[in-house]
């Protein structure tokens, strides 16, 4: 069953401070990862997309990392600022050519306090 | 980039009465559309693929009959939620792919910023 797991369900942390977003998934064929910001009332915004090759990617301040053979993916946010407070969504695509084949994971949700 | 547009940002309506949903890709042309619905605490959920100029595809499980689709062109989908009840209240997100991607995300989806439909 293809699934998408993320961890913690839930995550507070104090301004300033580094966390890690865990995401495990069992999902074939294997296309491609992308990790998602979704504030509160809004849309998803991708944060960063991963192939089966790549190990990491970085956006500012966000950090991706792709283990294709455990099947692992961890996004690391540095520095956390208040406006990082918001549901932090894994979404793996089963098939990079056919139409809507994502699987999402139920998020993180990440509050950051002052 | 690439942006969707939804309208309106959020509905209330009566039990019964019909809701339309607009979402339009701004800066680019979109052959393929998806609608989601998510519920609190929830991940997105597929509900349709919508094709321009062709039947939506719905996924197992949504009445095709109840959520109403058209894709009228490469920059419009609407979605109709008929006769609403109040367990249709939901947050519903569109996405759209640009139809000139492709290399290594072609199936790479903007999402517009959701539509909150409250159904008393």
């Known amino acids: 069953k293809n699934q998408v797991e993320q961890s913690p369900q839930s995550l507070i942390i104090l301004e300033g401070k580094n966390c890690t977003l865990q995401c495990n998934y069992t999902v074939s064929p294997f296309s491609n990862l992308r990790w998602y910001k979704q504030d509160t009332g809004r849309g998803p915004v991708s944060l960063t997309i991963m192939t089966f090759s790549e190990n990491t990617k970085s956006n500012g301040r966000y950090t991706a990392t792709l283990d294709a053979d455990t099947k692992q993916s961890s996004l690391h946010i540095t520095a956390s600022q208040l406006s990082d407070s918001a549901s932090y969504i894994c979404v793996v695509s089963r098939d990079g050519g056919s139409q809507g084949n994502l699987i999402f994971g139920k998020g993180t949700k990440l509050s950051v306090k002052p | 980039g690439a942006v969707v547009s939804q309208h309106p940002s959020w509905v209330i309506c009566k039990s019964g009465t019909s809701v339309k949903i607009e979402c339009r890709s701004l800066?680019?042309?979109?052959?393929?559309m998806f609608w989601y619905r998510q519920f609190p605490k929830q991940s997105l959920m597929l509900m349709a693929t919508?094709?321009?100029?062709?039947?939506?595809?719905?996924e197992q499980g949504v009445e095709k009959d109840k959520f109403l689709i058209n894709h009228a062109s490469l920059t419009l989908s609407t979605l109709t939620v008929t006769s609403a009840h109040p367990e249709d209240s939901s947050f519903y997100i569109c996405s759209a792919r640009d139809a000139r991607l492709g290399g290594v995300a072609p199936d790479t989806q903007y999402f517009g910023p959701g539509t909150r439909l409250t159904v008393l």
């Open positions: 919508s094709n321009e100029g062709s039947k939506a595809t719905y």
């Open positions: 800066d680019f042309q979109a052959t393929t």
